[in-house]
C-alpha cells in the first residue's frame, strides 16, 4: 500500500506543457540572439532570416500551447482561498523546515500564481509579438508598434526571472515533482503531504 | 577617417529635383508613377525606391507673391541612431567608417522596428520587406567620390565634405548653430536654416523614442540580470536551505 500511485497529469497535460517548454525554449533563445546579436546562437539557427521564421513560428506554437493550458489550469488557479493565503503567509515552507502548510488542491498557491502569471504575460508577449510580425494596418502604427516591442519586452524580462524559478521548483527544489511532467503519477502518500485537498476530492 | 556629412542650404535649392533624379540613377532605383495632387512636390513622401525628396513648403510673404522653401529629405545619419538601436538583426543596419548609416538587405529580417525608431520617419520597405533609405551613397563616398544628389545639385544647396570643415565655414559665414549639428549625437545631414526649423517641417528637437531608450537602457540589461538573478537566488535556496525531503514535509 505504501507505495501505491495516483494519476496526477494526463498525457494531454503532460505533452502540452512540453509543447508550452520546447516553444519557450527556441523563443528564448532566439529572443537572446536578437537582443544582443549573439552570432553562436544566430549560427545556431543558420541566419538571422531563418532565425525570424523560427521565432515567429515558435510563437504560434507557444500561444496554441498557452490557450490549452486554460484547461488544465484556469479554473483551480482562479479559487484562491484561506488556505492559499496560508500557504503565501508561510511561503510555502520553502524557508522553514518543517513549516505547517495548510492543505492545498491540485497546484498549490505558489503554481496558482505562477500559472496566472504565465498566462497574463504570455498573453502580453503574444499579443506584442504577433504585431510587430503582421503590423495590422492601423493608425499610427508607429506608435503601436513602439508599445509592443515595450511590452513584449517587459514581458520577456519578466519570464526571465519566473521560468528558471520554476524549472528550480519543479526539480530540484521538490524531489518527486519532475516525474509528473514524465510519467503523470505520484505516490499517494506523497501528494497526500503536498495537495491533501485535492488526494481528498479523488476520493483517497 | 574624419566624419563625413551633408550640407543643406534650402535657400540656394531651386526645387529642380535632379538630386531626386541623381540618387535613382546611382542606386538603380526605378521611377514611381504618381498622381498629380496639385503640387509640384512629387512623389509626395519617401518610398523604398525614392531616398531623397525635395519638400516644398509655402509661405507667404511680404516681400513676394508666396516663399518657397525646398528641403532636401532624406535619412540624416544620426551619429546615435534609433534604427541601429533597435533592429534586432545583426549587420543589418550598420555605420560605415565615413559616419554613414548604410544597411545590407540580405541581413535584414524585415521586422520593421526600425521604421518605428526613427525620429525623422524615414525608413521604407520593399516589396521583399526589407529596409531601403538612403545610405549616403556609401559606395561612392569610400572610393572619395561625393554622393550623387551632392554631386548632381547645380547651385549648392546639398554640399559634401568633413563634418567639422562644414560646421567651421558655416560659422565663419555667420551661422551660430547649424540644425542638426548637436541633436542625436550629431547629424550627418546640416541644415542651414535661416529660420526655426518647424518653418521648414523639421522637428525642433529629434529624439530617440524614450520607449526605445528605456529598452536599451534597463530592459535589455535586465534580460541578462533576471535570469542569471533567478539561477543565483535557486542555487543560494538549494546550497544555504535545501530542498523539500520528503520526510520533513508536512
Ligand atoms: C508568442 C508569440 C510571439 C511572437 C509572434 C513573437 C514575435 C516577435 C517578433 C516579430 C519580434 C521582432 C523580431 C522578429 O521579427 O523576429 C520578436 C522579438 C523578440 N521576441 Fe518574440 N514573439 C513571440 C513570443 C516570444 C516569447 C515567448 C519570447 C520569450 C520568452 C520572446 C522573446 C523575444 C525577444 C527577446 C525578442 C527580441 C527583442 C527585440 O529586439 O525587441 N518572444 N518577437
Ligand atoms: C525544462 C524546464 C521545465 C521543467 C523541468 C518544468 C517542470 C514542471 C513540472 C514538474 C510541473 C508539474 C508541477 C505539478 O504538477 O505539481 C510543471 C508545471 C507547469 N509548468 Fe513547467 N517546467 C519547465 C518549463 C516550463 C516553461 C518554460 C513554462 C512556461 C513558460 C512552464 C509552465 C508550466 C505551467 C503553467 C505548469 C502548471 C502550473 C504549475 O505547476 O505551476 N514550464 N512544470
Ligand atoms: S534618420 Fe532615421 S534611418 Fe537615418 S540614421 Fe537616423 S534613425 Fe536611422
Ligand atoms: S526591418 Fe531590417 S533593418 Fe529594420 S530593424 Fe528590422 S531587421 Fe533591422
Ligand atoms: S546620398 Fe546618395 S543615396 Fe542618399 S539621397 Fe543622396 S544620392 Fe541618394
Known amino acids: 500500500m505504501g507505495n501505491q500511485m495516483i494519476k ?7 505533452l502540452n506543457h512540453w509543447l508550452l517548454a520546447g516553444s519557450f525554449l527556441i523563443l528564448t533563445l532566439s529572443g537572446f540572439g536578437f537582443l544582443f546579436h549573439l552570432q553562436q546562437v544566430v549560427a545556431i539557427f543558420g ?11 515558435a510563437g504560434i506554437v507557444f500561444s496554441i500551447s ?16 484561506s488556505d ?20 492545498q488542491d491540485v497546484i498549490n498557491a505558489g503554481q496558482k500564481l505562477y500559472y496566472l502569471f504565465i498566462l497574463f504575460a504570455g498573453i502580453a508577449i503574444a499579443a506584442s509579438g504577433f504585431f510587430i510580425w503582421l503590423r495590422p494596418q492601423v493608425d499610427d502604427i508607429r506608435k503601436w508598434i513602439l508599445l509592443s516591442h515595450l511590452v513584449h519586452n517587459i514581458a520577456f524580462d519578466l519570464f526571465m526571472i519566473a521560468v528558471p524559478l520554476h524549472i528550480y521548483l519543479g526539480t530540484l527544489a521538490n524531489p518527486g515533482t519532475f516525474r509528473i511532467m514524465v510519467y503523470g503519477t505520484v505516490p499517494l502518500e506523497w501528494a497526500k503531504k503536498r495537495h491533501a485537498k485535492w488526494v481528498q476530492k479523488m476520493g483517497y | ?12 535649392c531651386i526645387g529642380c529635383r535632379g538630386c531626386q533624379t541623381a540618387c535613382k540613377a546611382w542606386n ?6 504618381t498622381a498629380n495632387k496639385g503640387s509640384a512636390e512629387n512623389p509626395p513622401d519617401l518610398t523604398p525606391n525614392l531616398y531623397n525628396k525635395i519638400r516644398y513648403v509655402e509661405m507667404p510673404s511680404e516681400t513676394n507673391t508666396v516663399r518657397w522653401l525646398f528641403v532636401s529629405q532624406r535619412c540624416m545619419h544620426c551619429d546615435d541612431a534609433g534604427c541601429i538601436k533597435i533592429c534586432p538583426a545583426p549587420g543589418a543596419l550598420f555605420k560605415t567608417k565615413e559616419g554613414a548609416t548604410a544597411f545590407n538587405k540580405d541581413n535584414c529580417i524585415g521586422c520593421k522596428l526600425c521604421v ?25 563616398i569610400a572610393d572619395g567620390l561625393a554622393p550623387a544628389c551632392a554631386k548632381t545639385c547645380p547651385t549648392g544647396a546639398i554640399r559634401y565634405g568633413d563634418r567639422d570643415e562644414i560646421i567651421g565655414k558655416t560659422q565663419k559665414a ?23 526649423p518647424k518653418i521648414y517641417g523639421m522637428d525642433e528637437h529629434p529624439q530617440i523614442p524614450e520607449t526605445v531608450v528605456f529598452w536599451h537602457k534597463v530592459l535589455k540589461p535586465l534580460a541578462y540580470l533576471g535570469l542569471g538573478g533567478a539561477v543565483a537566488a535557486s542555487l543560494l535556496h538549494y546550497i544555504a536551505i535545501g530542498p523539500k525531503k520528503d520526510e520533513e514535509v508536512k
Open chain 2, 174 to 196: 555667420g551661422y551660430q548653430k547649424l540644425y542638426g549639428q548637436m541633436d542625436l549625437g550629431g547629424l550627418g545631414v546640416l541644415y542651414a536654416f535661416k529660420d526655426s
Open chain 2, 116 to 140: 518605428a525608431a526613427c525620429p525623422f520617419n524615414v525608413p521604407r520597405y520593399d516589396e521583399k520587406e526589407k529596409i531601403s533609405k538612403c545610405n549616403l551613397c556609401s559606395d561612392r
Open chain 1, 84 to 103: 492559499d493565503m496560508g500557504w503565501i503567509m508561510k511561503a510555502g515552507g520553502y524557508f522553514a523546515k518543517k513549516a505547517a502548510i495548510p492543505p
Open chain 2, 1 to 12: 577617417m574624419a566624419r563625413k556629412a551633408l550640407l543643406i542650404s534650402p535657400e540656394l
Open chain 1, 66 to 81: 498557452l490557450f490549452l493550458t486554460i484547461f488544465n489550469y484556469l479554473p483551480v488557479s482562479l479559487k484562491f482561498g
Open chain 1, 47 to 57: 541566419s538571422a532570416n531563418t532565425m525570424k521564421i523560427w521565432h515567429n513560428y
Open chain 2, 28 to 33: 538603380q532605383l526605378p521611377a514611381t508613377k
Open chain 1, 8 to 14: 496526477k497529469a494526463n498525457a494531454f497535460e503532460i
